[in-house]
């Protein structure tokens, strides 16, 4: 099994920065995809970002390309999300969570461990 657990969300005016961190343990990290998601109060789960095994290989919801940044960094087992340009609508509960397929998907049924969720509060 593995262990994700997310950091770094918080409180941010509108027009602001934070950097997302999701922390692996458990096992191998390197050897999935990844992604992240989100899901803001009364609505459903929604994909934000996924990001292949080594890196490479990035996709974007709509909603957030050219504003968000995802990455990772293998030797320390960290997934990151790094998010410019926040607008009132990105306010939501945000979690990584690793693909169970080689090839990652926006799917969140595509996916079999996650973290417990960090808050994102953008004001207006």
């Known amino acids: 099994q593995v262990q994700l657990q997310e950091s770094g969300g918080g409180l941010v005016q509108a027009g602001g920065s934070l950097r997302l961190s999701c922390a692996a343990s458990?096992?191998?990290?390197?050897?999935?995809?990844m992604g992240w998601f989100r899901q803001a109060p009364g609505k459903e789960r929604e994909f934000v970002a996924r990001?292949?095994?080594?890196?490479?290989?990035?996709h974007y919801a709509d909603s957030v390309k050219g504003r968000f940044t995802i990455s990772r960094d293998n030797a320390k087992n960290t997934l990151y999300l790094q998010m410019n340009t926040l607008y009132s609508e990105d306010t939501a509960v945000y979690y990584c969570?690793?693909?169970?397929?080689?090839?990652?998907?926006?799917?969140?049924?595509?996916?079999?461990?996650w973290g417990q969720g960090t808050h994102v509060t953008v004001s207006s």
């Open positions: 458990g096992r191998t990290f390197s050897n999935y995809p």
């Open positions: 990001i292949g095994e080594i890196g490479i290989n990035t």
């Open positions: 969570a690793e693909s169970r397929y080689a090839i990652g998907t926006s799917a969140s049924g595509d996916y079999t461990y």
